[in-house]
């Protein structure tokens, strides 16, 4: 599998917004799965969104779900996270994965155990 590497990452008040990206060019098949994660410090990491190699219906985390847009260079390796109306919660490591294989299906891609394959993270802060 090939690297993962986020960027985009910043820092914004609260109600602005952020555009996150993730290269997986590296990679010269198409991953069948790619998600986003993010951690915040002290907490686990959570599931926030998935989408498949054809980029059809994205699955999203109901923390953010009508705020966050998920989408994907159609059939690329390149992923994409729309971050709006962000709040000071949303602050933390926000991070890539991609499966191999593996379609996202309804709930498997947020569980953060099924995927090796793990970007460096971009940090995202929000202040109020």
């Known amino acids: 599998q090939g690297r993962l590497v986020e960027s985009g990452g910043g820092s914004v008040q609260a109600g602005g917004s952020l555009t996150l990206s993730c290269d997986g060019s590296?990679?010269?098949?198409?991953?069948?799965?790619m998600a986003w994660f993010r951690q915040a410090p002290g907490k686990q990491r959570e599931g926030l969104a998935g989408?498949?190699?054809?980029?059809?219906?994205?699955n999203y985390a109901d923390s953010v779900k009508g705020r966050f847009t998920i989408s994907r260079d159609g059939g690329q390796n390149t992923m994409y996270l729309q971050l709006n109306s962000l709040q000071p919660e949303d602050t933390a490591m926000y991070y890539c994965?991609?499966?191999?294989?593996?379609?996202?299906?309804?709930?498997?891609?947020?569980?953060?155990?099924?995927?090796?394959?793990w970007g460096q993270g971009t940090q995202v802060t929000v202040s109020s």
């Open positions: 989408i498949d190699f054809s980029g059809g219906t994205p």
């Open positions: 590296e990679y010269t098949h198409t991953y069948a799965c």
């Open positions: 994965v991609a499966d191999t294989w593996r379609r996202c299906g309804s709930t498997w891609w947020a569980n953060e155990y099924n995927f090796v394959n």
